[in-house]
């Protein structure tokens, strides 16, 4: 349904037109992860392995104690700097502990 009326005053007021699509610019798809990317960080993590931080963490999730999804957060924060790359971390590590 179209927003405009037709009329000259009112809530929804103007001339009816078609709107347009405009096509999406290569900057709103900056930093999405390509294909070739995703393959190239997923044969680094097969060679490598797990960084000894990320050991660590692995470590405090299977040991249990009080919290350890807390501890492994604060660890995960303090290493990597933000709250948010933490949780990202930790739930990464926590699916490649379950499968």
């Given at each position: 349904m179209?927003?405009?009326?037709?009329i000259a005053v009112g809530?929804?007021?103007?001339y009816?037109?078609?709107?347009?699509?405009?096509?999406?610019?290569?900057s709103?798809?900056?930093?999405?992860?390509?294909n070739?990317?995703?393959?190239?960080?997923?044969?680094?993590?097969?060679?490598?392995?797990l960084?000894p931080?990320e050991?660590?963490?692995?470590?405090?999730?299977?040991?249990?104690?009080?919290?350890?999804?807390k501890?492994?957060w604060r660890?995960?924060?303090?290493?990597?700097?933000?709250?948010?790359?933490?949780k990202r971390?930790?739930?990464?590590?926590?699916s490649?502990i379950?499968?």
């Amino acid at each position: 349904m179209s927003n405009d009326t037709g009329i000259a005053v009112g809530l929804k007021k103007g001339y009816i037109v078609t709107k347009r699509v405009p096509k999406t610019l290569p900057s709103r798809r900056k930093g999405k992860l390509g294909n070739r990317v995703k393959l190239i960080r997923q044969v680094i993590n097969d060679v490598a392995g797990l960084a000894p931080y990320e050991k660590r963490i692995v470590e405090m999730l299977k040991g249990g104690g009080n919290n350890p999804q807390k501890r492994a957060w604060r660890f995960a924060k303090k290493r990597l700097g933000t709250h948010k790359r933490a949780k990202r971390k930790v739930n990464n590590l926590s699916s490649l502990i379950s499968q």
